[in-house]
T-cell receptor, first 113, second 116 residues
């Protein structure tokens, strides 16, 4: 059973369109992080959300943590070809840095010019 | 953000040989580091948690004798794939969390292992 359900798994849209990626779980997370990964490289942290209902913005990217801290979403406005990549959500069951992260399966995003 | 360096970036080895991958935290101390494995077009799967000065904790299904982990200092953890076989070919990634509560995890650049 996948602890973190991420959807969609694959998404291909035109430049300028908007999109939302979802990350859902039945478990409560201490914090949830979003990463972007390029082929052959390690994931790069985009944002960490820790408070239920929290919204964070990173340029055209908007991240939201659910009130119950069980789900999160990533919304991209006016997508650009440079946004192409694998987006991963990852949850920490506890704080303190002692636990590994649980990853969703990822969303492969392709933005066509 | 914090920097985690992984070496080598890619390695090709013969079946039956062993390969060592290094993971270093460059600007912070990490009492705990994590090793993940990633297959093509799939997400990261946690293999083991590396604890400085003590034995690693392995996830279910991961052979501890196959994947030897040593965390001898606060800035270095190593993963040794012993007696490698083609099915061990994968992308291996390490990470470290910076400590404290609600801390982010920073990842190395990954190691592409190909066993021929």
């Amino acid at each position: 059973t996948q602890l973190l359900e991420q959807s969609p798994q694959f998404l291909s849209i035109q430049e300028g369109e908007n999109l939302t990626v979802y990350c859902n779980s039945s478990s409560v997370f201490s914090s949830l992080q979003w990463y972007r990964q390029e082929p052959g490289e390690g994931p790069v942290l985009l944002v960490t959300v820790v408070t239920g209902g929290e919204v964070k913005k990173l340029k055209r990217l908007t991240f939201q943590f659910g009130d119950a801290r069980k789900d999160s979403s990533l919304h991209i406005t006016a997508a650009q070809p440079g946004d192409t990549g694998l987006y991963l959500c990852a949850g920490a069951m506890s704080g303190g840095g002692a636990d590994g992260l649980t990853f969703g399966k990822g969303t492969h995003l392709i933005i066509q010019p | 953000g914090a920097v985690v360096s992984q070496h080598p970036s890619w390695v090709i080895c013969k079946s039956g040989t062993s390969v060592k991958i290094e993971c270093r935290s460059l600007d912070f101390q990490a009492t705990t580091m994590f090793w993940y494995r990633q297959f093509p077009k799939q997400s990261l799967m946690l293999m083991a948690t590396s604890n400085e000065g003590s034995k690693a904790t392995y996830e279910q299904g991961v052979e501890k004798d196959k994947f030897l982990i040593n965390h001898a200092s606060l800035t270095l953890s190593t993963l040794t794939v012993t007696s490698a076989h083609p099915e061990d070919s994968s992308f291996y990634i390490c990470s470290a969390r910076t400590g404290g509560w609600h801390t982010e995890a920073f990842f190395g650049q990954g190691t592409r292992l190909t066993v021929v």
